[in-house]
């Protein structure tokens, strides 16, 4: 398999719904190397095919990383990535369940970062205010979790609905411009690959997926989150980075 070649076709997909994904990305990276120094230990959380992971160890070499996420098939796009990476380890666990921590095998304190980008909005909200508590016990004393995803800004929230559908009509452009995969086409390709078929099968039966169907989003204010991110231990929180109803709010340990 040409993993780096799925890795470039996930991140054209990702880039054509978030066109100022490295930028979410970016301010990601700049936090916690201001924050943690060069070398810092990232959870990469429900990471994808490990894009964070990659920018991570790009721009800080003596970094290391763990990625976690519960889908098989983009968990061994990951894993053929970073084969023979000493600086990664990859874990399966489901999010869903307050034991992910435990099925992760580190102990508490063990990161600098946790970062997870267009991902929590899969899970409910208690589950959500659950992960920011689990991953605070999970991060060493100013350690810092940054979470990026479409986080709507309560003052606006009126606006969130329009400006979804602008955003859902720019990518279609931008798919029909750059020939980049849409959401479905990205598992059509994947069913299509012998190695990956079986996975993206195995795939379908964690998320309960059915024809037609597609997971439950919430998505939940900057207000909310900041809020939870508090209540799970987190003493200064903020928003680092906003653009329209995407954001990434931080918090530190
Ligand atoms: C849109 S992708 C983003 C992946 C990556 N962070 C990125 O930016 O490229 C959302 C990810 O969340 C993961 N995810 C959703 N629900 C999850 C759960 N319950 N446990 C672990 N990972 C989950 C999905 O499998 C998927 O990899």
């Known amino acids: 398999m040409d993993w780096n ?33 060069p070398g810092p230990r ?49 874990c399966s ?9 435990h099925a992760l095998g580190e102990p508490d304190g063990a990161f600098d ?17 659950g992960v920011y508590q689990e ?8 350690g810092i979790l940054a979470n990026a995803d479409h986080i709507v800004d309560e003052g606006l929230a009126v606006l969130e609905k329009p400006l979804r559908e602008l955003a859902q009509a720019r990518s279609q452009e931008v798919q029909l411009q750059t020939q980049a995969l849409d959401w479905d086409g990205w598992w059509t390709m994947l069913k299509g690959q012998p190695e990956l078929a079986p996975l993206v ?18 998505y939940l204010s900057s207000t909310w989150h900041l809020s939870a991110l508090r209540a799970a231990g987190f003493s200064r929180t903020g928003i680092a980075w906003r653009r329209q109803a995407d954001a990434v709010v931080v918090g530190v340990r």
């Not at 994808?48 to 976690?68: D, E, K, W």
């Not at 970062?113 to 205010?129: E, I, K, Q, S, Y």
């Not at 991953?135 to 100013?142: E, H, I, K, P, V």
């Open 201 to 218: 099968a195995e795939r379908d039966e964690i998320f309960g997926h059915h024809e037609g169907s597609s997971h439950t989003e919430s």
């Open 42 to 90: 990232i959870l990469d959380l429900a990471c994808g095919t490990g894009s964070i992971t990659r920018r991570v160890l790009i721009r800080l070499p003596a970094s290391s990383a763990v990625l976690v996420d519960v889908d098989p098939a983009l968990l061994a796009i990951a894993a053929g990535t970073f084969e023979g990476e000493s600086r990664v380890r990859i």
């Open 135 to 142: 991953a605070a016990a999970l991060l060493r004393s100013g």
């Open 93 to 101: 666990a489901d999010l869903r369940r307050a034991s992910w921590r």
């Open 5 to 37: 070649h799925l890795q470039d076709l996930w991140d054209a997909q990702q880039q054509a719904y978030l066109p100022d994904r490295e930028d979410r990305i970016s301010a990601m990276l700049d936090i916690v190397e201001v924050a943690r120094g």
């Open 113 to 129: 970062a946790v970062l997870t980008a267009t991902a929590l909005h899969w899970l409910p909200p208690d589950r959500v205010a």
